[in-house]
């Protein structure tokens, strides 16, 4: 099979995800399968081969004084089907020497390095991060556990490390010993180029894991161990040694091509995210929306090319968002209702608030100057804070070692609560006593939370609650007046729009985090109400577009995957185990359409209704309880409840149903 019918053959899998490693995967399995270059004449057979290879680790043992290796017993069982002229036998049986190394006594200098785990990389060997063994203690170092040229290095303990091997290239005069996590592997006389081979194809390296049919390893997925036993005893696909050299130079001249392929790849790669971003660029230029009418239209000429991969579509999310806080998105109605009496409405709320002592008052902040402000905006909005709109408020962490706090009825949120649009019921309730005695305060459904603490993706997080509870300190609570309420989806899908912005401005070392004046002093665009609701329904529209188009991306991205493992497995009679995803759902089907009644007043606890109420009063009662975030019991339990409010239609009917077998 020379290049050209190679990537004729296989050249779509390279388009899958992961598609350059299922090639490189291709390549290896079909090298140790004898079926990637045609037999030739050879000097000597495998069992020559092999003969020579036990006189050779005799001749080392006895030269060395090492004690005899105990071989284990002949293979009974061959894994797969090689050529007549190959061999299935056991890597000890093939080698002068393997052993595990032995844990150094480090120091800062001395003659020899000790080889890590971290020296051995698929890229290759690297001594760089190797450190040295103390002098005084090579005594204990046979002349065995010195590295030679060419000795295969096998990663034996780690998840994620174990499994790596690469064959040791030493220096002029330079002393080497491995440590403790890494197999030493010393052939005799066969190419470790093409061992290198089996070790690194998927017929060993799918079994560097507990949960394999076939696993190599012991221990957990936390931490995996290779032991030395199970590497001795390895059954090998052994070719005449004529025909390892030309499998070797086969694989690297196919290596090569694939390192090509990836570099095209890259550049293609390049190119496109360029284009999607001078293309986005002209979108987020428009000065009004008819101009931003006719650049979308070119944007969606062109949406295959642009947004070809999952991760794409993020960028199409924050063009709509800026675009939706610029007033771009509807046509500005110069009939609106004034952003002053909105604001005004709510200042006078938040007086009665202060006056009759359910609030205390924020200390005045004056605006920034108007060169100042982050943009201009479009006729009838007015920049104002967070702290104008809402009131922003955080929690506290009884402490833990109080048992009386934890255990009651009021649901306590942490910042995890943000990680989903609707939060789900935490798994902590705290009791009336924490909220008499620590700074926990309960904030009403329909609040919006905001993580403040987290290096991950957490921080700078918005999220709402369906249901009252409090939260910890890591959390900002927005807190809606009557009169602000109208002004909710906007102000979430402001703090969407500004997560990069905001989480700038965490403060603190390793771990920064935001405070809640931060909060309360974010500047804020504020449309006329009536325009709020308009940018609100388009941005619904056009996130929805972007989840319809990210599915199609991922369901794609994973048809690829499953179509390239498939012709692998099919190519090299391979087959790949595959890790099932966890079931999320019970095997049952809720069947009853849930629909909204009288709708609760704001402070009510209706968390059914509140959601109900974002989605047109209707939603399949399937898709409510995944949206509600608890138990199946603790959903009916509260679907019964706000029936017997009048909250919610009587459901017809309300029960389950075994689902169907696909």
């Not at 993020?314 to 109605?333: S, Y």
């Not at 200042?347 to 108007?370: G, T, Y």
């Amino acid at each position: 099979m020379d290049a050209n019918h190679f990537l004729a053959e296989f050249g779509h899998i390279a388009n899958a995800p992961n598609g350059i490693i299922k090639l490189r995967e291709l390549v290896l399995q079909l090298a140790i399968s004898g079926r990637l270059v045609e037999r030739g004449e050879s000097v000597l057979s495998v069992e020559e081969t092999i003969k020579e290879a036990n006189d050779l680790r005799n001749a080392y043992e006895e030269a060395l004084k090492l004690r005899s290796t105990r071989m284990q017993p002949p293979l009974s069982k061959i894994p797969y089907i090689i050529p007549d002229h190959w061999k299935w036998e056991r890597l000890e049986r093939l080698c002068k020497y393997i052993q595990r190394g032995k844990g150094p006594k480090y120091v800062d200098k001395s003659s020899t390095y000790v080889v890590s785990q971290k020296c051995i990389q698929w890229s290759g060997f690297d001594l760089t991060p190797a450190r040295y063994v103390a002098d005084e203690s090579l005594q204990t170092y046979g002349k065995e556990r010195y590295l030679c040229e060419g000795d295969l290095l096998w990663n034996s303990t780690g998840t994620g490390t174990a499994g790596r091997v690469a064959i040791y290239s030493a220096a002029e005069e330079q002393l080497a010993v491995a440590d403790s996590h890494v197999t030493v592997i010393r052939l005799a006389n066969c190419l470790p180029r093409y061992f290198w081979c089996v070790i690194a194809s998927p017929w060993v390296q799918l079994r560097i894991k507990p949960s394999h049919s076939d696993s190599l390893v012991s221990g957990t997925t936390q931490q995996v161990e290779l032991n030395t036993t199970t590497v001795r005893a390895l059954p090998i696909p052994l070719p005449p040694l004529e025909e390892q050299s030309r499998i070797v130079a086969k694989v690297d001249e196919l290596m090569a091509l694939c390192d090509q392929l990836e570099a095209q790849q890259k550049k293609r790669r390049t190119l496109q995210n360029h284009l999607r971003q001078s293309t986005l660029q002209a979108v987020a230029a428009s000065q009004s929306p008819r101009e931003l009418q006719e650049s979308w239209q070119r944007l969606q000429a062109n949406i295959g090319q642009l947004f070809s991969a999952p991760e794409d579509v993020g960028a199409l999310r924050t063009l709509i968002l800026n675009l939706g806080m610029r007033g771009l998105l509807v046509e500005n109605n110069e009939f609106n209702t004034p952003v002053d009496e909105l604001l005004s409405a709510i200042a006078s709320e938040r007086q009665a608030l202060i006056s009759s002592k359910v609030l205390k008052p924020n200390a005045a902040i004056p605006m920034p100057h108007q060169d100042d402000l982050p943009y201009v905006l479009p006729k009838g909005w007015k920049w104002a804070r967070i702290m104008d709109l809402v009131d922003v408020g955080t929690g506290a962490t009884p402490a833990k070692t109080e048992n009386s706090y934890y255990g009651g009825s009021t649901p306590w949120y942490t910042s995890s609560a943000t990680n989903e649009k609707i939060a789900r019921l935490p798994e902590t309730f705290i009791t009336d006593k924490a909220l008499k005695e620590t700074n926990c305060k309960i904030f009403p459904a329909g609040s919006l939370i905001v993580a403040m603490y987290g290096q991950g993706k957490t921080r700078g997080q918005i999220s709402e609650i369906v249901v009252a509870g409090a939260t910890n300190q890591a959390v900002a609570a927005l807190v809606f007046f009557d009169a602000s309420l109208g002004t909710k989806r906007f102000i979430k899908y402001f703090f969407e729009k500004i997560y990069d912005e905001i989480r700038e401005q965490a403060e603190g070392g390793p771990q920064p985090n935001l405070n809640v004046r931060k909060i309360k002093e974010t500047l804020i665009p504020v449309p006329p109400i009536e325009e709020q609701e308009k940018i609100v329904i388009r941005l619904d529209e056009l996130m929805n577009i972007c989840d319809q188009l990210e599915g199609l991306r991922n369901e794609k991205s994973k048809s690829s995957e499953r179509l390239a493992t498939a012709a692998v497995s099919a190519l090299t009679g391979i087959a790949i185990e595959q890790e099932e995803e966890p079931m999320k759902t019970p095997q049952t089907e809720l069947v009853a359409p849930v629909r909204l009644g009288t709708p609760p007043d704001v402070k009510a606890q209706a968390p059914l209704a509140t959601i109900l109420a974002r989605h047109n009063g209707e939603m399949s009662a399937k898709d409510l309880w995944q949206r509600f975030g608890g138990e199946i019991d603790a959903f009916y339990a509260q679907l019964k409840t706000e029936v017997a409010h009048g909250w919610l239609l009587e459901p017809e009917p309300a029960e389950m149903r075994e689902k169907a077998a696909s």
